[in-house]
């Protein structure tokens, strides 16, 4: 198991094979897009890599912790391997304690991110699917750079994903709120894509930048919810460690965004047949906006929660004491072992020894009005420490 406190960072390095894939999809088929090459070979690589990846899995990958003498993550004893009847009731008594849909959207945030996960899902996808062809059929520095040169372009997409996932999940470690970071990082992207929109054909070295910034934000965005944020969903108090209840959570937030997967590219595609570019993207910022909004709720809760922290924390600072503790030493006047400090005012040591009336440990020190000493010890009728003074 890793450290949950790490969840963000792990899961965004994790995450960083979808983006190799994708870009290896994207840049393998633009070598064959051009004018009279044989683009059939566009389509025959990639299932070609896809079989044998699948080969590899198929003859490496284990089916079951079990089978190299590890705990299983359900729970199930070893010893029902080899009996497929003990081990299938075993599974269903592990499984027993999962949690309904209702159940599971009554958990705090699962509603407002599976809305949210639907529209940034939505945005991403229409970018996948649209952004060779926007490329290829839109002017970069006053010509048509071509499909090829688009396919390639369009990979910095992704190459900008990669920097964004786990930069994002780091930051997410470290602040400890990820809500608050994605719903910024999601209003971030609004005029990003107006200004890709604007100023992504002057060149293709604006065009470049502004890829990878769009991945940095549309893609951190959207593996973040569906790999962290999903799994601290899962393991709310009220779930009470279900890891069933986990996969509940992480089901509805993944369809959710699914379903904008889905249809985001075929509104997009009509919108640009019928409105042109322009309203497409406006689509896509009021998409963007949408998203924003539905986590802002659980963002203002995560600010407030921040700057209580902050203010607790320059408040505690404040009323610190002003005495800086020296190490325990031994008395050599008594032999007796005293706690040397210093005074703040008068830069005069002090001591805590023990008191020759009472024999009960006080802090001496020096008043600094009379420069007489002075003790801690403790009042005999409300057993209070009290600051005894001559």
Not at 48 to 62: A, D
Not at 155 to 160: A, C, P, Q, R
């Given at each position: 198991m890793y450290d949950t406190y790490r969840r963000g960072l792990i899961m965004g390095v994790w995450s960083t094979n979808v983006f190799v894939?994708?870009?290896?999809?994207?840049?393998?088929?633009?070598?064959?897009?051009?004018?009279?090459?044989?683009?059939?070979?566009?389509?025959?690589?990639?299932?070609?890599?896809?079989?044998?990846?699948?080969?590899?899995?198929?003859?490496?990958?284990?089916?079951?912790?079990?089978?190299?003498?590890?705990?299983?993550?359900?729970?199930?004893?070893?010893?029902?391997?080899?009996?497929?009847?003990?081990?299938?009731?075993?599974?269903?008594?592990?499984?027993?304690?999962?949690?309904g849909y209702l159940r599971a959207l009554l958990i705090p945030g699962v509603v407002e991110f599976s809305l949210a996960f639907f529209f940034v899902k939505m945005v991403n996808y229409v970018f996948k699917a649209w952004l060779p062809f926007y490329i290829a059929n839109n002017e970069i520095g006053g010509r048509l750079i071509g499909g090829q040169l688009a396919g390639w372009l369009?990979?910095?997409?992704?190459?900008?994903?990669?920097?964004?996932?786990?930069?994002?999940?780091?930051?997410?470690?470290l602040i400890g709120r990820r809500t608050l970071v994605i719903t910024v990082l999601?209003?971030?992207t609004i005029p990003l894509l107006y200004v890709f929109h604007r100023y992504g054909g002057v060149s293709e070295a604006s065009l470049s930048v502004l890829l990878l910034a769009c991945g940095c934000t549309l893609q951190a965005c959207y593996i973040t919810i569906s790999t962290a944020v999903t799994s601290d969903l899962g393991t709310h108090p009220s779930l009470k460690g279900s890891k069933n209840a986990r996969a509940m959570v992480t089901g509805i937030i993944n369809g959710t965004g699914s379903l904008g997967a889905a249809v985001g590219p075929l509104?997009?595609?009509?919108?640009?047949?019928?409105?042109?570019?322009?309203?497409t993207f406006y689509f896509l910022m009021g998409a963007s906006l949408l998203a924003a909004l539905c986590m802002s709720r659980l963002a203002m809760k995560d600010t407030l929660i921040c700057a209580q922290s902050v203010w607790n924390r320059f408040h505690t600072r404040g009323q610190q004491k002003e005495e800086v503790l020296i190490p325990l030493t031994s008395d050599p006047q008594t032999d007796e072992p005293?706690?040397?400090t210093s005074d703040p005012k008068t830069n005069e040591p002090s001591s805590l020894t023990s008191d020759p009336q009472t024999n009960e440990p006080s802090l001496l020190t020096s008043d600094p009005k009379t420069n007489e000493p002075s003790s801690l010890t403790s009042d005999p009728q409300t057993n209070e420490p009290s600051l005894l003074t001559s």
């Open positions: 894939g994708s870009i290896l999809g994207t840049l393998i088929p633009a070598i064959w897009a051009t004018p009279n090459a044989p683009w059939g070979w566009s389509f025959i690589t990639p299932a070609l890599v896809l079989l044998v990846i699948s080969l590899m899995t198929s003859l490496l990958l284990l089916p079951d912790p079990r089978a190299i003498g590890l705990e299983s993550p359900l729970g199930v004893s070893t010893s029902t391997l080899s009996s497929p009847s003990t081990a299938g009731v075993s599974l269903r008594k592990a499984r027993s304690g999962g949690v369009s990979s910095l997409f992704d190459v900008g994903g990669v920097v964004g996932v786990v930069g994002i999940g780091w930051i997410t470690d999601e209003y971030t509104i997009a595609g009509w919108i640009s047949d019928n409105y042109g570019w322009d309203v005293s706690l040397l």
